[in-house]
């Protein structure tokens, strides 16, 4: 167990470098923390097969049992017994790994939301010595992985790949015979540890924050920034004529030595972003709202889903957690969808139950690949505050469109994937999204209004093909459908009756429901006990 251990933890710090000593390095990688939980339980397997050695299994076999526990809940990673793993293994950035029954050779790497399993007849990969598999890859079956291989992320293996092989895709393909899979560790230091650059003192990402009435929250925001495990950045923070300039400048006070400080009058967040992404010189930005924050494996997490890819991808996003501001007692979260309910029960459901928030996924889920008809579908939804798209794909979608004040990213998003963009996700969460009171995301029903003005402007602006245009207009329905029920509701609760019904109607015409057909009959002959009685219902959903 010592040798192996001592191995993985030697690859891993020559692979994570910038860490000030070995318990710095522990505390960071989380894949370091799974391998030591899983290098003890198969010296205690080994172990039990002598007798005088069943005294130490009372005592380590909790402690294993602890450990293992803690991998699985806290970071998804499944690093099971009936593996057969090779000292040096390296286990990128957290989130749904798995690995069972298969034998791994020594010096191997895996990313995210990997999967290496048998099949159902209980024959499993073998995989050889110094293999890198990308993030998002499925090994399932008895396949044979050669020495020195490099399975690129996202793909599928469903045969055996050579040694020094280069595959991609789903299934996965041979690219390229000979490839030497360690200019890929060269790629990691030059692109993530400045000092390690050969003099290449650009960034590779550049962190976009606008700000406004932000001075509460921005110390978190930015110390979340600037504990990444991923180094070579710059952050660009635009104070967007906030009133609070005062009070916000004296809370970044301790980070102006290290970020870019860009002060402008008020002109929204697309303008504010823009600013930012004019003064940008990372290949990548990387946007970050000024009331949320990351988790430390966010960029390093993003960037290596971009990078691995071929091409490089122009977009990627991950999962975020939405939690309630503790100030905040009504309230209201807005996606960019138009047809989805308000998520504001499930919140409030989970604030209660665990003290916490919801998973974006959960309410505005990622299914299937990113495309453009994907992202109009709502099949695939990017939170803001979690995505990085390449500054060349922005620059040449034109931007964000400084007159929306809301659902502005929807809008570059569809506009970026429109030009055949190469897009990815990953499902893992790695920041936090905080629901402010105030905030241009808070009223739901002008959030709705933005979404029908962004499809409105791209029914006329972008060349569609006939099945986009069909995905468009039914989309564009669906969203023009909700605005009316959301302004029905309004009316009915202030009382206008015959505005309710008429937005009602409206609705109605698209969205067939039983409830909503309820309430046209009720303001026809009881509209007070109808208004009280829907009164009490949306209190209860809050």
Not at 140 to 165: F, L
Not at 319 to 334: A, F, G, T
């Amino acid at each position: 167990m010592t040798t192996a251990f001592i191995a993985d933890v030697r690859r891993c710090a020559d692979i994570d470098q910038g860490h000030n000593g070995l318990l710095r390095l522990f505390a960071d990688s989380y894949g370091l923390q799974a391998l030591l939980a899983y290098r003890l339980g198969r010296y205690l397997l080994r172990a039990g097969r002598r007798y005088y050695l069943w005294p130490l299994l009372l005592v380590c076999w909790p402690i294993y049992y602890v450990l293992s526990r803690c991998a699985r809940v806290a970071y998804d990673i499944r690093l099971e017994l009936s593996a057969d793993i090779g000292p040096g293994f390296y286990v990128g950035h957290f989130g749904a790994i798995r690995v069972r029954r298969c034998r791994i050779g020594a010096n191997c790497s895996i990313g995210q939301l990997t999967t290496i399993s048998a099949a159902a007849d209980g024959r499993g990969p073998v995989i050889g010595d110094r293999v890198w598999i990308g993030a998002h890859t499925q090994i399932v079956g008895p396949h044979r992985v050669g020495s020195d291989a490099t399975v690129g992320a996202g793909s599928v293996v469903q045969g055996d790949i050579p040694a020094r092989a280069l595959c991609l895709g789903n299934p996965a393909r041979l690219v390229r015979h000979n490839y030497n899979n360690r200019r890929i560790l060269r790629l990691r230091e030059a692109v993530a540890y400045p000092d390690h650059a050969d003099g290449h003192d650009l960034p590779l990402v550049s962190v976009i924050i606008p700000a406004y009435k932000a001075e509460a929250y921005i110390h978190e925001t930015l110390e979340s920034v600037f504990c990444q495990t991923y180094h070579n950045f710059e952050v660009i923070l635009i104070n967007d004529g906030s009133p609070d300039t005062e009070e916000f400048e004296r809370a970044i006070a301790p980070y102006r030595d290290r970020i870019v400080y860009i002060r402008q009058e008020n002109r929204g967040p697309s303008a504010a972003r823009n600013a930012g992404i004019h003064r940008a010189r990372g290949e990548y930005l990387a946007f970050l709202d000024s009331d949320d924050a990351w988790y430390p494996t966010c960029l390093a997490a993003q960037v290596e889903l971009a990078l691995s890819r071929q091409p490089r991808c122009d977009l990627v996003y991950s999962d975020v957690l939405v939690y309630l501001d503790s100030q905040e007692r009504r309230y209201r979260i807005s996606s960019t969808s138009g047809s989805h309910p308000s998520p504001e029960p499930a919140v409030r459901r989970a604030a209660k139950s665990r003290g916490g928030g919801i998973r974006y996924s959960d309410i505005c889920p990622s299914l299937g690949p990113a495309t453009f008809e994907s992202l109009l579908r709502e099949d695939c939804q990017a939170p803001t505050s979690c995505t990085m798209v390449r500054r060349q794909a922005a620059i040449s979608a034109g931007l964000f469109d400084e007159n929306l004040r809301r659902a502005e990213d929807y809008d570059l998003w569809l506009r970026i994937a429109h030009r055949a963009s190469n897009m990815a996700y990953a499902r893992e969460v790695l920041g936090k999204n905080r629901v402010v009171p105030g905030s241009l995301s808070h009223d739901n029903l002008k959030m709705l209004e933005g979404v029908v003005d962004v499809l409105r402007k791209l029914s006329t602006s972008l060349d569609l093909s006939a099945s986009e245009r069909s995905v468009l207009q039914n989309k564009l329905a669906a969203a023009e459908a909700q605005v009316e029920l959301e302004r029905g509701k309004a009316s009915l609760l202030d009382g206008k009756y015959d505005q309710a019904l008429a937005s009602l109607r409206a609705a109605g015409s698209l969205l067939a429901n039983t409830k909503l057909r309820l309430a046209q009959l009720g303001l026809k002959f009881a509209p007070r006990l109808t208004r009280a009685i829907v009164g009490a219902w949306l209190t209860g959903k809050r």
